[in-house]
């Protein structure tokens, strides 16, 4: 498996929080992708970055921000983490836009 | 937004029976790729199609591109419990993301 790591692995935590999701490379690639998996709904994109300090939205980003200060870390946060936020959320990074993508373990997130 | 239809949502299959999953696009794709999520487990990069009707073989499983690059198949001859998990078609989309279709679940019971 490529070098990607996500933490924490699992988190449970309350209403109106704030909550922060670690994705750690050690690939050197430039693209980071955070998804989040519900059932019924596959894989959902919801920020990338293509670069230090260049991210984007994806399909789902309303009540999420990121940031990437390194290449090897990308950082997802929940302002203010809702129930609809329960997810199991993916870190995934590619060389290139569109190629190959591996992912990270995963993070189990449950907002009570 | 655009997406890939994969069919079926679900397959059950006895151990050695064939498995064949469906994604179907309204629009030319340029590549597929497919990926494997076992139970509890990350998407896991399978192949990726690129030219119109190929067709890729990795031991029991069998992939391929429609000769109009707008559908691909993944068929798994006599399978096994180790192929129990999620099949997931994915295309590259316009942000340099993938876009996945919501998979077909294939359980096996031995």
């Known amino acids: 498996d490529a070098g990607i790591t996500q933490s924490p692995r699992h988190k449970v935590t309350e209403t109106g929080t704030p909550v922060t999701l670690r994705c750690h490379q050690t690939?050197?690639?430039?693209?980071m992708y955070w998804y989040r998996q519900d059932p019924g709904h596959g894989l959902r994109l919801i920020h990338y970055s293509y670069g230090v300090k260049d991210t984007d939205k994806g399909e789902v980003s309303d009540g999420y921000s990121v940031s990437r200060s390194k290449t090897e870390d990308f950082l997802l946060t929940l302002e203010s983490a809702t129930s609809s936020q329960t997810s199991v959320y993916f870190c995934?990074?590619?060389?290139?836009?569109?190629?190959?993508?591996?992912f990270g373990p995963g993070t189990r997130l449950t907002v009570l | 937004g655009q997406q890939v239809m994969q069919i079926p949502q679900y397959q059950h299959v006895q151990e050695g029976e064939d498995f064949t999953t469906y994604c179907n696009s309204s629009?030319?794709?340029?590549?597929i790729q497919w990926y494997k999520q076992r139970p509890g487990g990350h998407p896991v990069f399978l192949i990726q199609?690129?030219?119109?009707?190929e067709v890729k073989k990795q031991k029991r499983l069998t992939f391929q591109f429609g000769e109009a690059k707008k559908n691909s198949s993944l068929h798994i001859t006599a399978t096994q419990t180790t192929d129990v998990g999620t099949y997931f078609c994915t295309y590259g989309g316009s942000q340099g993301n993938l876009i996945f279709g919501k998979g077909t679940k294939l359980s096996v019971k031995p």
């Open positions: 995934a990074i590619s060389g290139r836009g569109g190629d190959t993508q591996y």
């Open positions: 199609l690129v030219k119109s009707g």
């Open positions: 629009t030319t794709l340029s590549n």
């Open positions: 690939e050197n690639h430039r693209y």
